[in-house]
């Protein structure tokens, strides 16, 4: 069993030349991790191995992120995102994450592949205010409903500026 990590304001910024990798079999479990992964993470090569990636996930990350993830690359799409994610230690990072699905020679998945950069420290500061609006759409909504309250924010926010997710993403 997992045992509870307390969240900290310690921030760990990532160096420009680092790439963090992970790859995951079609559950989202973890298959690889670079050093790079080991070292931000904060757990070992063997506690990440066959763990699921949810292993670094923050609480101020939001499910229908997460939902959006999963649907695109489910599609057999690859997606874009800023991800908030916690340490062993409680600590957080940030990264701009592309996921892909992985294909055998028939085009069936047959796993996922994340990559992430260091996030530009603007697109950081706009995301982080646009999911804390959307956390607390969550939370007010309950489990239940979390995920549409949420998304409707989203979906607002991206009808205003005529603009898919990705494109967002790829524009801040
Ligand atoms: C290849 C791949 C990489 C992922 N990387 C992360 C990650 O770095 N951080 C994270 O919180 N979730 C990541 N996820 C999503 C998790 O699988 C999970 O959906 C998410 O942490 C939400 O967990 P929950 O559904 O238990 O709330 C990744 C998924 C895949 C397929």
Known sequence: MKQPITPTS??????EDDFIVSKTDLKGRIVYGNRIFIEFS???????LGTQHNISRHPDMLRAVFKLLWDTIQDKRECNAYVKNMAKD?????VFANITPSFDKDGNVIGFFSV???PKASAVKTVSDLYRSMLGAEQRAGARDAITASTSILTNLLAEKGLSY???????
Do not use: P
């Open 42 to 48: 904060g757990y070992s090569e063997k506690e990440l």
């Open 166 to 172: 990705d494109e967002l993403v790829l524009a801040i």
């Open 10 to 15: 310690v921030e760990k910024v990532m160096r």
């Open 90 to 94: 409680g600590g957080f990072y940030w």
């Open 116 to 118: 992430r950069r260091k």
